[in-house]
């Protein structure tokens, strides 16, 4: 595992820790009693930046047995990799899934995709998709995106095509490529769930195709040459 995705993970693991914060606050009290864990988680991400996984992983397990989540995750994802000593599949689940149970929406989604592949832990949708929706419901993105595909689909859900657009643009105003063209695919068509509204269709394309969307890009291109064409034919003819 090269050292950038190792970054961007404990990042990702910040992020969603703030997320799941602000979703669901801890009680000041259980805050306060976490405090030296966050002290150690903090200089476990530091010794791990630094290329220290032993004591990394050593800090982020006392810091996960006090019960700081974004510890408990990271040390899962250490025991996974074999950072910092032999690769512990086992033990990895049985921290993400307490970083997953204490709320944190990162550790939901990828417990989730365990599920969904059945990587380590058995395959089951039904499981999947109850970790996609739990930490989608407090702002996980690739969640939100992730359960709207089954609802669309019909996996493990009932099909549900109003239910994955919610999902849809919720994770389309979080910034998800995907979600963002699906969105605007939605509005221009309606598909008996929403009024179609060809203004909407062109925002959410504009906002995919600023990502670098090839499709939406020729969307847009389509609309403009439509409208184009609307507007000469509903122009009166010369000397008229």
Known sequence: MSTSYAARRLLAGFVATLI???CAPIPYAVAAAQAPA?????????HYEAGQQTQALDE?????EQGNRLAQFDYAMMLLNGEGGAPDPDGAVRWLERAANAGMTQAQYVYGKMFDDGYIVGKSIPQANRWYEKAAKQGHVQA???????????????????????????????GDLPSQYIVASYYERGYGVVTPDLD???????????????AAKGKLDAMKRDREARATLAAPPNGK
Do not use: M
Request: charged letters at 20%; hydrophobic letters at 45%.
């Open 38 to 46: 966050q002290s150690l988680t903090e200089q476990a991400v530091h």
């Open 144 to 174: 939100q995106a992730a359960i709207a595909n089954e609802y669309f689909i019909g996996r493990g859900v009932p099909k549900d095509y109003k239910t994955a657009f919610g999902w849809y643009e919720k994770a389309a105003q979080g």
């Open 60 to 64: 982020f397990h006392r810091a996960a």
């Open 200 to 214: 909407q269709a062109r925002a959410w394309y504009e906002k995919a195709a600023a990502q670098g969307d090839v």
């Open 20 to 22: 799941s914060a602000a």
